[in-house]
């Protein structure tokens, strides 16, 4: 699919790799942008980077209601990008563990379930078209500093291999996105070195072009991947392959 051609829909747009995600966007030539964020005020700047091509919209990805009515605004999307996401603190024994671990699987998990379903029609209409979903590499393994996180970003790493069998038929290229750290706010107290959040868009925006499923974009996600690629493709596929034809 060409990025230049698409109509994008951004969640999480007013910072870290979804503002990111905007800029590329803007640099790849893309014809409308709409940028998604829980309250408008924060994306002013987000608009002045292209307010001819970026249009704002308030949406919480865990309001059934704001999904819908985004839904029913941007009825000429092509490519759907899933960034909206949480990560809470404390490990599973601590005193709201239970009610942490479930904010971060409605934002994470059902919030971009709640996107596909509403979105999946109308990329449909528009001739299939992508979804990008921001996973992690805690979605093969979890990382116990963020256990209730890790367990979210692995649910949705099956979330996104079921649309990708699912709308396979619709002609809609499902991509995830398996970073290691990046440089944003979410990853201020992890250690060492950070990706560059417009490498992480580039990278995701080079496989909507490419037709790569799966994005490995800096050096952690890619020692992770090394080993473990291929036969994990390899399983996805034979369960994909129960699918009824
Ligand atoms: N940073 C990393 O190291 C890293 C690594 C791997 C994967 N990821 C994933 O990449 C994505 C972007 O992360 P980031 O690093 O850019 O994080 P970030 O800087 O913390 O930004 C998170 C974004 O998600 C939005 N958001 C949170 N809850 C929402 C909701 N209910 N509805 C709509 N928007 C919501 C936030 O909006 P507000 O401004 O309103 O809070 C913000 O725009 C996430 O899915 C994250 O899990 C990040």
Do not use: C
């Not at 201020?188 to 925006?205: R, S």
Request: glycine share 8%.
């Amino acid at each position: 699919m060409n990025v230049q051609e698409s109509v994008a829909f951004v969640t999480g747009a007013n910072r870290g790799i979804g503002k990111a995600y905007v800029e590329a966007l803007v640099q790849a030539g893309a014809r409308r942008i709409y940028a998604a964020a829980r309250s408008l005020d924060t994306l002013n700047d987000v608009v002045a980077i292209a307010p001819d091509r970026i249009v704002p919209i308030a949406l919480d990805v865990t309001d059934p209601a704001h999904v819908n009515a985004a839904a029913q605004i941007a009825q000429d999307v092509t490519l759907l990008i899933n960034n909206a996401g949480v990560i809470g603190s404390g490990g599973l024994f601590t005193a709201n563990s239970v009610e942490t671990a479930q904010w971060e699987m409605n934002t994470n998990y059902f919030g971009t379930l709640s996107m596909v379903r509403a979105f999946a029609p109308i990329l449909q209409r528009n001739g299939g078209g992508a979804i990008i979903n921001m996973l992690s590499v805690v979605s093969v393994a979890s990382a116990p500093v963020f256990g209730s996180y890790s367990a979210s970003k692995a649910a949705l790493n099956s979330l996104t291999q079921d649309i990708r069998a699912e709308l396979a038929t619709q002609g809609t290229q499902v991509i995830g996105v398996f970073p290691g750290p990046v440089d944003t706010a979410m990853a201020d107290g992890v250690p060492g070195d950070k990706a560059e959040p417009i490498a992480v868009a580039n990278a995701a925006l080079d496989a909507v072009e490419t037709g790569l499923e799966d994005v490995y974009p800096d050096p952690v996600s890619q020692r992770v991947f090394s080993a473990i690629a291929d036969p994990l493709k390899a399983v996805e596929k034979m369960f994909a392959g129960w699918m009824p034809q």
